[in-house]
C-alpha cells in the first residue's frame, strides 16, 4: 500500500477524531443522497481504487446501491466492458485490451491501478459499472482524427460526462 498523500493529512484526521471507518462514512451518505462523487486526487495513485473495491465489495454498497460510474472509460466503450465482465473469468490479456482502448489518451494507462481494479471487479455480482467518459474509438483513427476529435470534446468534457450519468 502506498504511502498516505500530505495532503490528505488533514481529511484523514478528521475521520480518524470522528471515529468513524471511512467505509460506513461513505455509505451514510447514501441514506440522504441518490449520488455519492468520490474525487480521485490523481489517476495514477493507487490507494484510491483499493478503498473504492473494499467500498464496493461491501454488502451494504451492493444492497442500496449496485452501481457505480467512473470517469475512466469511454462510453463506446461499455460494450466492451460489459462482455468482460459477462466472460467467466477475469482474462488479464482481455483486461489489457480493454484498457487499452478505453480512454483517448494516446499514451495508454500509466499504473497498473485500474487493471487490477477491473479483475478484482470481475468477481463481484450483481454490480453494474458504467462508462461516462466522452464517446471514443481508436479503430482506424488517424492523427488528425484525434486531434479533431480532442478539441471538439475536451472543452465540454465534464458537461458530457455528467448528461452520460443523467440518461
Not at 57 to 68: E, K, W
Not at 122 to 131: A, E, I, V
Request: proline share 4%; charged share 25%; with cysteine.
Amino acid at each position: 500500500m502506498s504511502a498516505l498523500h500530505p495532503a490528505l493529512l488533514p481529511y484523514v484526521t478528521e475521520l480518524r477524531e470522528r471515529g468513524q471507518d471511512p467505509i460506513d462514512y461513505i455509505l451514510s451518505f447514501f441514506e440522504t443522497h441518490d449520488i455519492v462523487v468520490l474525487a480521485e486526487r490523481d489517476h495514477r495513485e493507487t490507494t484510491q481504487y483499493d478503498f473504492i473495491f473494499q467500498l464496493v465489495s461491501d454488502q451494504r454498497f451492493r444492497a442500496r446501491v449496485g452501481t457505480i460510474f467512473t470517469e475512466c472509460g469511454s462510453i463506446s466503450r461499455q460494450g466492451d466492458l460489459d462482455a468482460f465482465f459477462e466472460a467467466d473469468c477475469a482474462d488479464p490479456a482481455a483486461a489489457l485490451n480493454l484498457l487499452r482502448n478505453l480512454n483517448f489518451f494516446a499514451e495508454g494507462w500509466p499504473r497498473n491501478n485500474l487493471f487490477e481494479f477491473l479483475q478484482k471487479f470481475h468477481g463481484l455480482n450483481h454490480l453494474r459499472w458504467y462508462l461516462t467518459d466522452v464517446p471514443w474509438k481508436w479503430d482506424g483513427m488517424t492523427a488528425a482524427e484525434y486531434r479533431t476529435n480532442w478539441d471538439s470534446m475536451a472543452q465540454c468534457r465534464d458537461e458530457i460526462m455528467a448528461g452520460h450519468v443523467r440518461s
